[in-house]
């Protein structure tokens, strides 16, 4: 089906905007962890520990960044610009999976404005928003394509999905196989490869 010019373009700012908020989350952490001071082991420390203004101990892993201000502010600015973007792609995701990346930008907007070494309920409800969520939308589309568009590359999307849930339930859930750090990696990167080849998909079909 022939889809309108209005929709495609449409489709291509949604996408253009998710593919936008990742390159703004990665210059975010790359800034935060090259900020003069800071203290950050992949293994162990979580990446909300980026956003804690304050250098102590906390759950048995040294936290240090001086950066905190300007990585919250970031994180902010992603959450926003990854919720604006998830309007834009309905049509073409479906209501669950765009909806999920709406939450997700809900969450890290959570997780920005109440960090985690002073609200840690509040920080750790807006980091479930952010990863299972988006997780479960991932994995929701996949499984029941809501739209004909997400018949295309179900399998790795699914993968990508599962991997994230699986991970997510091993980080609260003793024994650890890997460290919480490595898990919590591990978590956004199939998250964000996910969306960015969805993203990328959307730029190059609605350009054709």
Do not use: K, Y
């Not at 960044?65 to 990854?82: K, R």
Request: charged content about 10%; overall charge positive.
């Amino acid at each position: 089906m022939t889809r309108s010019p209005v929709s495609n373009r449409r489709a291509a700012l949604g996408a253009a905007g998710v593919l936008s908020a990742v390159l703004l989350f990665a210059v975010t952490m790359a800034a935060a962890l090259h900020t003069s001071g800071t203290t950050f082991v992949w293994s162990v420390n979580m990446i909300s520990d980026l956003g804690d203004g304050a250098c102590r101990s906390r759950d048995g892993r040294w936290i240090c960044s001086p950066g905190a201000a300007a990585f919250n502010v970031g994180l902010l600015l992603t959450g926003v610009l990854l919720g604006a973007a998830a309007l834009f792609l309905t049509a073409r995701w479906g209501r669950w999976l765009s909806g999920s990346v709406a939450v997700m930008g809900l969450g890290l907007v959570i997780a920005a404005v109440f960090p985690a070494g002073d609200t840690g309920a509040l920080h750790l409800t807006g980091v479930i928003l952010a990863l299972v969520v988006p997780a479960g939308g991932l994995l929701l589309s996949a499984v029941r394509p809501e739209t004909a568009w997400l018949e295309r590359g179900r399998l790795p999307r699914g993968a990508l999905a599962a991997v994230a849930l699986v991970f997510c339930a091993e980080n609260r859930v003793p024994p650890a196989l890997v460290q919480e750090g490595t898990g919590q990696i591990i978590i956004v990167c199939c998250l964000l490869l996910a969306l960015v080849v969805e993203s990328v998909q959307v730029l190059v079909r609605s350009s054709g």
